[in-house]
C-alpha cells in the first residue's frame, strides 16, 4: 500500500507547509529575525494532530476488527477472534515500543510500531448494546473522528442494534458515516448486489440520512486482493479531502506562514536598508580620503617652486665643483692619473639633489601621515555608530602609516635620481671632457718633449739649442693652461646654463612622481579601511541568500495556498 492509501494530498500538502514552515523557522534564525509567533510546525509535527481518526462499530463477532486489518492492510493490528474478544473501547496509535494503557474503565490505549498507524489511528469497540447506553469515552470518541463505519455482518445485516445505533446518531455524526457490508466473500456476488439494494431500502425508510454502503472482504485483503475495497478507498478519499476543518487547519498555518515571512522580509529589507547606508558611508570616506589627496596635491605649485630653487641651488654649486675640478694643473695631473670628473660630478649632484629632495619629502609626508592619523580616530566613533565595528588599535594603523611614509620618501629619492639620470649630465660632460683632454694631452706631450731634448742638448753641451728647445716647451705649457683655462670657462657656463634650462622638466618630473607617491600613501591608507570594506562585503552577501530564500519560500507558499 501507499504512504498515504487515504487523504494523500492532504499530507502531501501538509508535509509541504512543514517543510516549508521549517525553512522559514531556519532562515530566520540565520537572518535573527525575533519571531512574534513561533511557527506550529518548526519541529516534528504531532502525530495525534494529524492522523486521521477511524471508528469501526457494529455488532459484537461482525468482523470489526478484520475490517480495520483490512483498511491499512496491516495484518494483526487488531487482534481477530471467532469469540466476542473487543473489550473495552480499544484506541490504536502509533509508538513504539509495544504497548497498552488503561485509560479508563471503557477505554485501553494501544501503542503498535506499525508504519500506518502514523497517519491513521483506528478505534475498535466492542459490540454494540440493544440499549442504546453507550459510554462516555464512546461519544467522545465519535465526535473526534474523521470516519465512523458502522460494519453489518453479511449473515444478518438488518440486525435492530445496529440500525438503531444508526437511528440514535446525533446529525452532525451523519456525513462521517458509511455502512460496511464485511466478509462478502462468504457469499455470491449477486446475493451481495440483492442485499446492498435491500440495505439501500432500508436506510431511506429507517433512517433520516442515506449514507454509502460498501461491501468489503478483509480477508481477501490481508491477502493481497484489495478490490473490494477500492469503491471504500475512493469514497474515504473525496470524504477526506472534503473535510472543511483540515483545510481551516492548513490555512490556519499558511496565515502563521506569511506572517513569518512577513516578519523575515521586514527583518531583510531592514538589514539591506542598512546595508545601502552603510554603502554610502563607505563612500562618503572614499571621498573624504580622495579629498585629502587632491588638498595635498594641490600644494604641488608651492612644492614646483622649492624644487625648482633647490635644482637652481644645487646646479650652481655643483657648477662650482665642476670649476674647481677643471682647474689647469689638475686637468695636466689627470691626463697622466685618468679623468673621472664627469661620473663624479653626476653622483654628487645626485646626492645632493637626492637629500634636497628628502628633507622637502619627509616634511611633506609627516604632513600627509598626521592628516591621516588625525582623520582615522576621526573615523573610530562614525564607523562605531555607523557599521558598529571597531576600527584596529592605534600602534597597527601607526606602524602602517610610518611604513607608507618611508616608501613615500624612498620614491621621491629613486625619481630624484632617475630625473638627474634622465638630463645626461654625465654624458654631456664627458663629451666635452674628452675634447679638451685631448689638446689638453696634445699640449702637455709636445711641452714634454721639447722639454726633454733640451735638457739633452744641455748635456751635450751645445750652444744656445737649449733654451730654444725649453723654450718651446715652455710655450706649449702656456698654451696648454691657457687653453684648459679657456675650455673650462666654457665647459662649466654651458654646463651650467644646461642645468638651467632643465630645470623647469625636472621640476615637472618631480612633481608627476609627488602625485604618484601621494597617490600610492592615501591608497595604502585607504587599504588600511579594508577590513571595513570585507564586513561590509560579507554582510552583503549574507543579506542576498536570504532574499533569495525568502523568494523561494513565498512562491512556495502561495502555490500551496492555491492548492487549497
Known amino acids: 500500500m ?39 510546525l518548526t519541529a516534528e509535527p504531532s502525530e495525534d494532530d494529524q492522523a486521521f481518526l477511524f471508528i469501526a462499530c457494529g455488532e459484537t463477532n461482525c468482523g470489526k476488527s478484520a475490517f480495520l486489518n483490512g ?12 469469540f466476542p474478544n473487543t473489550q473495552p473501547i480499544r484506541l490504536y496509535r502509533h509508538g513504539n515500543p509495544e504497548a497498552e494503557e488503561t485509560w479508563s474503565e471503557h477505554l485501553e490505549i494501544c501503542t503498535r510500531p506499525a508504519a500506518a498507524l502514523r497517519h491513521y489511528q483506528i478505534v475498535d469497540t466492542p459490540g454494540i448494546k440493544n440499549d442504546g447506553v453507550h459510554p462516555p469515552e464512546f461519544i467522545k ?40 457490508i464485511q466478509q462478502i466473500d462468504q457469499r455470491d456476488p449477486i446475493d451481495i448486489e440483492v442485499m446492498e439494494g435491500h440495505l439501500k431500502d432500508l436506510a431511506i425508510k429507517k433512517l433520516d440520512f442515506n449514507p454509502p454502503i460498501f461491501a468489503v472482504s478483509a480477508k481477501q485483503a490481508l491477502q493481497g486482493n484489495r478490490e473490494s475495497y477500492r469503491l471504500l478507498t475512493t469514497h474515504i478519499n473525496r470524504y477526506l479531502e472534503s473535510l472543511e476543518y483540515r483545510h481551516e487547519r492548513l490555512r490556519k498555518w499558511i496565515s502563521q506562514a506569511d506572517g513569518a515571512l512577513r516578519e523575515i522580509e521586514e527583518r531583510i529589507e531592514g538589514h539591506a536598508g542598512q546595508l545601502r547606508e552603510q554603502d554610502r558611508f563607505i563612500q562618503q570616506i572614499d571621498s573624504e580620503i580622495e579629498e585629502m589627496r587632491n588638498h595635498s596635491i594641490q600644494k604641488l605649485p608651492h612644492h614646483l617652486m622649492n624644487v625648482a630653487e633647490t635644482f637652481e641651488t644645487e646646479g650652481r654649486w655643483i657648477s662650482k665643483l665642476l670649476q674647481r675640478r677643471l682647474g689647469a694643473l689638475r686637468s695636466i695631473i689627470r ?8 661620473s663624479i660630478i653626476e653622483k654628487s649632484f645626485i646626492e645632493r639633489i637626492q637629500a634636497a629632495v628628502e628633507q622637502v619629502a619627509n616634511q611633506d609626508s609627516s604632513e600627509v601621515l598626521r592628516n591621516c592619523e588625525e582623520h582615522w580616530h576621526e573615523l573610530e566613533a562614525r564607523i562605531q555608530e555607523s557599521m558598529g565595528i571597531q576600527l584596529s588599535a592605534d600602534q597597527p594603523i601607526r606602524q602602517s602609516l610610518q611604513s607608507s611614509g618611508a616608501n613615500f620618501v624612498s620614491r621621491l629619492r629613486q625619481a630624484a635620481e632617475l630625473g638627474i639620470n634622465n638630463l645626461k649630465v654625465r654624458h654631456l660632460l664627458e663629451k666635452e671632457i674628452r675634447h679638451r683632454n685631448v689638446a689638453i694631452r696634445s699640449f702637455t706631450a709636445m711641452g714634454l718633449v721639447f722639454t726633454l731634448l733640451g735638457a739633452s742638448c744641455g748635456i751635450m753641451q ?69 577590513h571595513i570594506r570585507d564586513h561590509f562585503a560579507r554582510e552583503k552577501m549574507s543579506v542576498e541568500p536570504h532574499q533569495r530564500m525568502w523568494q523561494k519560500y513565498f512562491l512556495t507558499l502561495k502555490s500551496i495556498e492555491q492548492e487549497i
Open 2 to 40: 501507499s504512504s498515504y492509501p487515504y487523504g494523500e494530498q492532504y499530507f502531501t500538502t501538509r508535509e509541504r507547509l512543514s517543510q516549508l514552515m521549517r525553512g522559514i523557522h531556519s532562515l530566520a534564525k540565520e537572518s535573527a529575525t525575533p519571531l512574534s509567533k513561533p511557527l506550529p
Open 462 to 530: 751645445l750652444p744656445w739649442a737649449p733654451w730654444i728647445l725649453l723654450g718651446f716647451g715652455a710655450l706649449f705649457m702656456s698654451i696648454c693652461v691657457l687653453s684648459a683655462w679657456v675650455t673650462r670657462r666654457q665647459i662649466v657656463r654651458e654646463f651650467r646654463e644646461h642645468i638651467l634650462d632643465t630645470c623647469g622638466a625636472f621640476a615637472q618630473t618631480m612633481a608627476g612622481d609627488f602625485e604618484k607617491a601621494l597617490q600610492v600613501v592615501y591608497r595604502d591608507y585607504a587599504d588600511s579601511l579594508s
Open 335 to 342: 691626463v697622466f692619473t685618468g679623468e673621472r670628473t664627469a
Open 141 to 180: 470518541l465519535l465526535s473526534n473522528a474523521d470516519l465512523i463505519c458502522c460494519v453489518l455482518p453479511v449473515d444478518n445485516p438488518w440486525s435492530p442494534s445496529s440500525w438503531n445505533f444508526l437511528l440514535q446518531l446525533a446529525p452532525e455524526f451523519h456525513s462521517k458515516v458509511c455502512l460496511i
Open 71 to 82: 483498511l491499512l492492510g496491516t495484518p494483526d493490528l487488531c487482534e481477530v477472534s471467532d
